[in-house]
């Protein structure tokens, strides 16, 4: 239990710190506390043969409809006047193939499923376990919604929504490449209709 705790704080607070860190040096700090958090812990990543291919399958299974849902409401008016609303990076191809996959995609995975979601899941059981990583998860982004001026409330519960389901995917797969593949899935089709509603605007 005072595992679990203790990484909640340790992941909250560098959260906070981590807002204030120069955009140009992301992904690396963020990328290696990830990877320090899952060294230092008796983390589950899954990421060797049978449960590589296990936690690939269901992270496949569950990307496609969500990348699709995601093409679709660019049809929507207030969706595109949201997504062309948004500051984006001024080096969108940093952001798609750095930035996203490790800064985002293999940290936040890393960190919160694997070493805060192992540590949970012993400590609390496999459901309490997921609403303490999915809560975690959902409070660590309460700095870049005050950052970007968006709805704390709603930043939290959409982000623990989705913790939670990134959190399920690992426990069902065993694997972190099942919620690792979802979550990329999700930013990079998010930013690649970010960038293309974007641009569409400017040449209209």
Do not use: C, Q
């Amino acid at each position: 239990m005072l595992r679990a705790l203790a990484l909640s704080a340790t992941l909250l607070t560098w959260s906070a710190l981590a807002a204030r860190i120069p955009a140009r040096w992301h992904p690396i700090p963020h990328a290696a506390v990830g990877a320090a958090l899952a060294a230092a812990t008796p983390a589950s990543l899954g990421l060797r043969p049978p449960r590589l291919w296990a936690g690939l399958r269901w992270g496949g299974a569950v990307s496609v409809p969500l990348v699709l849902g995601i093409a679709a409401s660019t049809a929507n008016r207030r969706v595109r006047s949201g997504m062309a609303e948004r500051d984006l990076p001024a080096a969108p191809g940093r952001w798609l193939l750095l930035r996203i996959p490790l800064g985002t995609v293999w940290s936040e995975e890393v960190a919160y499923r694997a070493a805060l979601g192992s540590a949970a899941n012993r400590a609390f059981g496999p459901r309490a376990g997921r609403l303490l990583t999915a809560l975690v998860f959902g409070l660590s982004h309460v700095p870049d919604a005050r950052a970007a001026g968006e709805s704390v409330a709603g930043t939290v519960a959409l982000t623990g929504a989705a913790g939670w389901l990134f959190s399920w995917l690992h426990t069902e797969s065993g694997s972190v490449a099942a919620p690792m593949l979802t979550h990329l899935a999700v930013n990079e089709a998010g930013a690649v209709a970010a960038l293309v509603v974007a641009r569409r605007r400017l040449k209209s």
